[in-house]
């Protein structure tokens, strides 16, 4: 799969030093200082991947990634030194798949690349089933197997665990599980995180150590498909 990236970053000494450790990865890998070169490129190209900053010198990131989304970008990781909650929920509920804070170790960026990669190809399979590493999801049947053997889950458990896993790599927000749980927005998030710990309880070994199941203080919850922590 040749995968192409668009890293969109005013900071050229970051576009230096990561556009050759992206294509020592093997991807293709191009790059864009503002905004306007962005949407220029996008319309040019499709890419698999943009790489995101929210601080452009002629707008708010947040501005274009509706915009890169219609131009057929299949994935948007933001990479942003706005460490606000409220800043990283407002690209997630844009359409952004995911974040990842300034400054940054490149291992966890590149986990979540392969991450988002991963999402592209088994897209048809996640239509149908999720499977990873010993968590496997029917959606159909709506049933999920733990190391083989069923565990039961409520009716709504389940819409939140295949939210996540339809979702996995990646966090969702809890605006965006609310909806999936009670189709509500407003619902107060301490029913969310009350059915977040009855899932942890069912899927890890231990729920104070979560592999599975990961917290975004303040903005949500990921379903872990690297246990790279």
Known sequence: MNVKILLVDDETALIRSLQPVLIAQGYGVDSAGTAAEALKKAKETVFDIILLDLGLPDADGKEIIAKLLDLNALSILILSARHQEAEKVAALDQGADDFINKPFNIEELLARIRAAVRRRKNEAVKSQEFESRHLRIDFLKR???????????????????????????????????????????????????????????????????????????????????????
């Open 143 to 229: 049933k999920v197997f733990l190391m083989g053997d069923e565990i039961k889950f409520s009716p709504k458990e389940f819409d939140l665990l295949e939210t996540l896993a339809r979702h996995a790599g990646q966090v969702v927000t809890h605006r965006q599980l609310l909806l999936a749980g009670w189709n509500d927005p407003t619902v107060d998030t301490q029913y969310l995180r009350s059915y977040m710990a009855l899932i942890r309880q069912k899927l890890e070994y231990d729920s104070s150590q979560p592999e599975y199941l990961l917290t975004e203080p303040g903005v949500g919850y990921r379903l872990d498909i690297d246990f790279e922590h």
